[in-house]
C-alpha cells in the first residue's frame, strides 16, 4: 500500500447556523469569546438548549470528536512515513485538507480557535504555506479527486469482521480511502454509505471514532511491519 487515505466523514463540526444566532445562550458564549455568533463553533457542552429543534441535532456539535481522533492520526508513525494522508468531511459537505506538517494543539480551546480561524479564512496561518485549508465539497467529491482502489466504510451496521482482516484487505492495493464517522450518534446517510466498496463493524459495541481510528493506523503499521523497519533504520542510518 503505497498510502493509507483516512476520512472523518460527516463530522460534527461547523460554525453556528444562522438559524441559532439570536439564541441567548450563543449570543453570550460569543461574546465571551469577543467573537460574532457565526464565528464559534457548534459546541453541545455550550449550546445545548439552543441545539433543540436543529435537524439532525443528535449528529452535531461535537467539535472535540474531531479533535482527538486528529491526534490520533496525524502524529503516528504511519503519517510520520509519509502513508497517511488525512481529510475532514463535515455535516454541512466542506472538506479539511491538513497538510504533513501540521502539529495541532493539544488543548481544546486552542483547537477550536484555529479551526474558527480556518473557516473564516478558509486556511490556516493567513500567510505562507498553509497547514491546514477549507473548501467546500461532498464526500462524493472526495473520493472522486483521491481516486483510491477500495474505500471501506466503518459502522456498527457493516458487516462483522476483525480489524486485522480489514486491514489484510486494504494493503494490498495501493490507495484505500478509510471512512469513519465523526459524528455521536447515527449512522451515514445513505448518499455516503452508497460510496463505500464495503462496510464493516468490527467490534459489537459501538466504538468512539477516535479509537477506531487510533486502532485503524495501529494495525496498518503492524501489517507493513513499520515499528521495526523504523527501528532498522534507525540503527542502521545509513542503510
Known amino acids: 500500500m503505497k498510502r493509507l487515505v483516512l476520512v472523518i466523514a460527516e463530522s460534527a463540526l461547523e460554525t453556528v447556523p444562522e438559524a441559532l444566532w439570536w439564541h441567548p445562550e450563543v449570543r453570550r458564549y460569543a461574546r465571551d469569546r469577543g467573537l ?4 464559534v463553533l457548534l459546541d453541545r457542552s455550550y449550546h445545548h438548549r ?19 481522533s486528529l ?12 502513508l497517511l494522508d488525512v481529510y ?14 501540521v502539529r495541532l ?3 481544546y480551546m486552542r483547537f477550536k480557535g484555529l479551526i474558527e480561524q480556518l473557516f473564516k479564512l478558509g486556511r490556516v496561518p493567513p500567510d505562507g504555506e498553509p497547514l491546514i485549508t477549507l473548501r467546500d465539497g461532498s464526500l462524493a467529491e472526495l473520493k472522486n479527486e483521491v ?5 471501506i466504510g466503518f459502522s456498527t451496521s457493516g458487516e462483522p469482521k476483525p480489524l486485522d482482516v480489514v486491514v489484510s484487505e486494504m494493503v494490498n492495493v495501493e490507495v484505500a480511502m478509510a471512512v469513519v464517522g465523526g459524528f455521536p450518534h447515527g449512522d451515514f446517510e445513505e448518499e455516503n454509505m452508497r460510496l463505500f466498496d464495503v462496510c464493516y ?5 459501538s ?5 477506531v481510528v487510533a486502532r485503524l493506523v495501529y494495525e496498518v503499521e503492524k501489517n507493513l511491519d513499520l515499528h521495526r523497519k523504523r527501528l532498522e533504520r534507525a540503527e542502521n542510518p545509513t542503510r
Do not use: C
Not at 503516528?76 to 509519509?82: Q, Y
Not at 475532514?88 to 506538517?101: G, I, R, S, W
Not at 481516486?147 to 474505500?151: L, V, Y
Open 207 to 211: 466504538l468512539n471514532t477516535w479509537v
Open 88 to 101: 475532514v468531511h463535515t455535516v454541512n459537505d466542506k472538506v479539511l485538507e491538513f497538510n504533513p506538517e
Open 147 to 151: 481516486k483510491p482502489a477500495i474505500t
Open 71 to 82: 491526534l490520533n492520526a496525524l502524529e503516528t508513525p504511519l503519517a510520520r512515513e509519509g
Open 36 to 39: 460574532k455568533p457565526g464565528e
Open 201 to 205: 463493524s468490527i467490534d459489537p459495541e
Open 50 to 68: 439552543a441545539m433543540r429543534g436543529l435537524r439532525n441535532a443528535h449528529k452535531r456539535g461535537r467539535p472535540d470528536i474531531v479533535h482527538f
Open 105 to 107: 494543539p493539544r488543548n
